[in-house]
């Protein structure tokens, strides 16, 4: 599996403000996704970063509130644009390695967002 | 709708005992893949086990095993040995393809069981 780190670990903002989340990976990998979660609430897909071209958005997020750039196969930043305390969640980036099949999606240690 | 159901918000179990986490997926497309994951309170995701939906036997990673119904549509997570760390909430995913390729990536989660192992 792969060494995912993401910065910072934590943070609190002010509403209106905009925080950008870092998530490096030790080792080439094809594909990087974000995730968010809610207070309570399980994980949902944001979208997936991809190297080299726009991020695919899943329905509900727009690339205006949630820019993403993956200018290389080791890392991806997600932004979280204007935000309001209802952004307050764990922000997660998780990559597939390259190759296999039936490969598993390995997680980082995730962003803990407060908004104020 | 919901793909993935878990039906334990909770629980709680003497440690050195086995555990069982319940999860039902719902899909119509013959080849899924399966995920339990496990969240301490430090937040991060720890993958722990995966299933096929053609493999024939059930998987089996140290002290945890997948009870796999592929009939009754079901993927049990079972712990044998509890021990005091294994207290966290644990969530079962699916990906709509055995094959991870382009496309079809997407992991969809359950809402959690949140175990606490009791010394």
């Known amino acids: 599996s792969a060494v995912i780190s993401q910065k910072p670990s934590r943070d609190i903002c002010q509403r209106g403000t905009s925080l950008t989340i870092q998530c490096q990976v030790d080792?080439?990998?094809?594909?990087m996704f974000w995730y968010r979660q809610q207070p309570g609430q399980s994980l949902t897909l944001i979208a997936t970063a991809n190297q080299g071209s726009e991020a695919t958005y899943e329905s509900g997020f727009v690339i205006d509130k949630f820019p993403i750039s993956r200018p290389n196969l080791t890392f991806s930043t997600l932004t979280v644009s204007n935000m309001s305390p209802e952004d307050s969640s764990i922000y997660l980036c998780?990559?597939?390695?390259?190759?296999?099949?039936?490969?598993?999606?390995?997680f980082g240690p995730g962003t803990r967002l407060l908004v104020l | 709708a919901q793909k993935i159901t878990q039906t334990q918000p909770g629980m709680f179990v003497q440690e050195k005992e086995a555990v069982t986490l319940d999860c039902t997926y719902d899909t119509s497309d013959p080849s899924y893949g399966l995920f339990w994951y496990k969240q301490p309170s430090s937040g991060e995701m720890i993958f722990l086990i995966y299933?096929?939906?053609?493999?024939?036997q059930n998987a089996t990673e140290g002290r945890y095993s997948l009870n796999f119904q592929k009939a009754r549509k079901s993927a049990n997570l079972v712990i044998s040995a509890s021990q005091l760390g294994d207290s966290a909430m644990y969530f079962c995913a699916m990906r709509d393809s055995v094959w991870s390729n382009f496309g079809n990536e997407k992991l969809t989660f359950g809402t959690g069981t949140r175990l606490t192992i009791i010394p």
């Open positions: 998780s990559v597939k390695a390259h190759g296999r099949a039936e490969e598993t999606q390995y």
């Open positions: 299933q096929g939906s053609y493999d024939q």
């Open positions: 080792s080439q990998v094809t594909m």
